[in-house]
């Protein structure tokens, strides 16, 4: 068939589906510039009715991909493609794609697991997956952790909410322990009255229940005493902190001797 043959074809295809190709393409620019602003507000109506932070990204994501979806059927109608014709190819396609993305799968189903259950929310700290930071968002595949070095890690929702998981945000109050060495020959009642006047002496420490001082072990270079006090959850790193610099400086002032682990060798002459 000749070039003069096709033209009248071609031509008929242009003037039948070039107003529709084109009226569709700008209905699809037109509407992901609402979908947008449609999303943005509903952040904002949100953020207005002080709905959990946890659930906003996630919300948000939600509407927004379905919004989206509706827009892309909505273009293809204008477009002439049969609603019976377009379900029937999309649940073909939803089939593929959901055996090749079954992971994405579940870790969407992870998102709405974790949002249903909530093990955390955003602002705690957790350890999990082999990382530990700062709650940021729970998104609909993904939760983002920032860590107290200002990483931003990524975890997949699936494994998170199957795996092993450490919220230290879940109790308002937490346990500090610490571990502290004297010498052999050392008075043990002397290092425990220093310990309880510095716990004492530290108003971020609870009274009650009572801090626990005892022996622990009697170590190779070093009799252990252990010490148990509980905090508020947010003064936990500044008590242990302090305590280990205030036992330092005062055991020194009070004689008491912090031993490093040191080796006696004897050399026998024959």
Do not use: C
Not at 15 to 33: D, Q, R
Not at 190 to 216: C, G, Q, W, Y
């Amino acid at each position: 068939m000749t070039l003069e043959e096709l033209m009248p074809q071609i031509l008929n295809l242009i003037f039948s589906y070039g107003p529709k190709l084109v009226g569709a393409i700008i209905i699809l620019i037109i509407g992901f510039w609402v979908v947008k602003a449609l999303s943005g507000g509903f952040r904002r109506l949100l953020e207005a009715r002080e709905i959990d932070a946890s659930l906003k990204p996630f919300l948000v994501s939600l509407v927004s991909m379905l919004l989206k979806v509706i827009l892309v059927i909505s273009v293809l109608t204008t477009m002439g493609v049969e609603m019976t014709s377009l379900i029937a190819i999309l649940g073909a396609a939803g089939l593929a794609v959901g055996m090749a993305l079954s992971g994405t799968l579940q870790n969407f189903a992870g998102g709405v697991m974790i949002l249903i259950f909530r093990p955390f929310k955003v602002g705690d700290f957790i350890d999990a997956q082999g990382y530990n930071g700062t709650v940021h968002a729970i998104q609909i595949f993904n939760t983002i952790l920032k860590t107290p070095d200002n990483k931003t890690i990524i975890i997949p929702n699936g494994g998170l909410s199957t795996g092993s998981m450490t919220n230290f945000s879940s109790e308002p109050k937490r346990r500090v322990d610490w571990t502290f060495g004297i010498a052999y020959g050392d008075d043990v009642d002397n290092a425990k009255a220093v310990i309880k006047m510095l716990a004492d002496a530290d108003t971020r420490i609870h009274k009650d229940p009572e801090v626990f001082i005892a022996v622990s072990a009697l170590a190779d270079s070093s009799v252990n005493i252990v010490v148990r006090a509980w905090a508020n959850a947010e003064d936990y790193w500044g008590v242990f902190f302090d305590m280990n610099e205030n036992i330092y400086k005062t055991f020194a002032k009070k004689g008491i001797s912090i031993p490093f682990p040191q080796m006696d060798v004897h050399m026998h002459k024959d």
